[in-house]
């Protein structure tokens, strides 16, 4: 069965600093992974997809089918970063797994 | 484009009532779902709808019913509502059945029983 795996419920930074949320998967397949990010009591958004390879709002994402880990990253935190992160894998013709979600807070 | 819109926003039920939350899309997309969102427990999937016609249930869709009325619309009704049914309810719908492009969601509706 497919499990997504976010370690952290909370993680604080100060502005300026480097944000590395934590995602780990499991599944035998080939994945495709996504983050999603929800700013304070508004919807879920798509940020990244993994197979686009894009930067978006300066994060980052990188497949790591070795570790199975799709961690999200970005070198300098700003406040507005401020939201909820889901990390979230699909599989063939099943829904979207999710993980728990990490609440990511940036100090200023 | 409106994307996906569902309706109420807010809903406070007292236990035993019921109610029907209506989701619709305007992307022409073939597959929908339903989410709870309670904290410290993420999204966790109630019922989805892989195409017109077709509904299968998800992680946790004891006490909960869904219609798939038509491509544009998927609501779903609480028969008779339970405190442990406090919770965010989001609808999002995708394209394929995967969700491998991404899903969109709406805006949710915040529902209180007591």
């Known amino acids: 069965a497919q499990r997504v795996t976010q370690p952290e419920k909370l993680l604080s930074v100060f502005k300026g600093a480097p944000v590395e949320l934590k995602c780990n998967y499991s599944?035998?397949?080939?994945?495709?992974l996504f983050w999603y990010v929800q700013y304070s009591r508004q919807r879920l958004q798509l940020l990244l997809r993994?197979?686009s390879r894009e930067s978006i709002k300066g994060f980052t994402a990188d497949l790591n089918k070795g570790e199975t880990s799709f961690h999200l990253k970005k070198p300098f935190a700003q406040e507005e970063d401020s939201a909820m992160y889901y990390c979230a894998l699909s599989s063939g013709n099943t829904p979207l797994v999710f993980g728990k979600g990490t609440r990511l807070s940036v100090i200023a | 484009n409106a994307g996906v819109t569902q309706t109420p926003k807010f809903q406070v039920l007292k236990t035993g009532q019921s109610m029907t939350l209506q989701c619709a899309q305007d992307m022409n997309h073939n597959s929908m779902y339903w989410y709870r969102q309670d904290p410290g427990m993420g999204l966790r999937l109630i019922y989805y709808?892989?195409?017109?016609?077709?509904?299968d249930k998800g992680e946790v869709p004891n006490g909960y019913n869904v219609s798939r009325l038509n491509k544009r619309e998927f609501s779903l009704r609480l028969e008779s509502a339970a405190p442990s049914q406090t919770s965010v309810y989001f609808c999002?719908?995708?394209?394929?059945?995967?969700?491998?492009?991404?899903?969109?969601f709406g805006p949710g509706t915040r529902l209180t029983v007591t």
């Open positions: 999002a719908s995708t394209r394929g059945t995967s969700g491998g492009r991404g899903q969109y």
């Open positions: 709808s892989a195409s017109e016609g077709t509904t």
């Open positions: 993994h197979i």
């Open positions: 599944y035998s397949g080939s994945p495709e």
